[in-house]
């Protein structure tokens, strides 16, 4: 019973990726300075026929910059308010990839702007969609190292500390619920991964 039901599923996800999606109507309901909505009726590969609103954005990136000059890996985090949560959050430096822009000079320019540090090593380290549902927004994930502190330029509605935390303490507050932010969370596991840490 077992492998019918396998082949079965195995036939039915080949069918559905033979199939293309078709966007029916799409009508743009919201504009906003960072993202905008739109309402499409489109009908699936799998043959469903749905209206789905998505939110569409042109991505963001985040830095895991980290200094290896003590005997274990420091992590950069910032401290900002943030209102959609309406609580400070502890984060990895991340924004908005610009238009146009490609994403290693979109990190290059947010831990800048934002933390004053550049780093000469730079290696992509992951790629997801934070929350595929409702929303097209990608993020991208850098490891910096060997960096190089200097002045921070932040936004004029940007208010950012910033510290850097051992790898040990920041799995701890992982664990213990402190640290919420998604991609903070999966970049400080990927590093502990490599690093066969925790």
């Given amino acids: 019973m077992r492998n019918k039901l396998s082949s079965t599923a195995k036939t039915s996800r080949k069918s559905a990726q033979t199939k293309k999606l078709r966007v029916l109507e799409s009508k743009t309901v919201f504009r906003g300075r960072v993202f905008q909505v ?6 699936e590969p799998n043959g469903i026929t749905a209206i789905r609103e998505v ?11 980290v200094d290896d000059s003590g005997p274990e890996p420091r992590i950069l985090l910032e401290r900002q308010f943030r209102y959609a949560a309406q609580s400070n959050m502890l984060e990895l430096p991340a924004g908005r990839i ?5 994403p290693l000079a979109a990190g290059k320019r947010e831990l800048l702007e934002e933390t004053g540090y550049s780093a000469r090593k730079w290696t992509k380290a992951l790629f997801f969609y934070p929350s595929p549902g409702f ?19 932040p936004e004029a509605d940007e208010c950012i500390e910033y510290e850097l935390v051992p790898l040990s303490e920041l799995l701890g507050l992982i664990s213990n619920g402190k640290i919420r ?11 502990a991964a490599i690093s066969h840490v925790g």
Avoid: F
């Fill in 38 to 43: 739109t309402r499409d009726r489109v009908q």
């Fill in 55 to 65: 939110i569409r954005h042109s991505g963001s990136v985040v830095v895991l910059a």
């Fill in 98 to 102: 610009d238009p146009g822009e490609k």
């Fill in 135 to 153: 929303l097209e927004e990608t993020m991208t994930i850098y490891l910096a190292r060997d960096l190089r502190s200097g002045q921070a330029q």
């Fill in 181 to 191: 932010d998604g991609k903070t969370i999966a970049g400080v596991l990927w590093l």
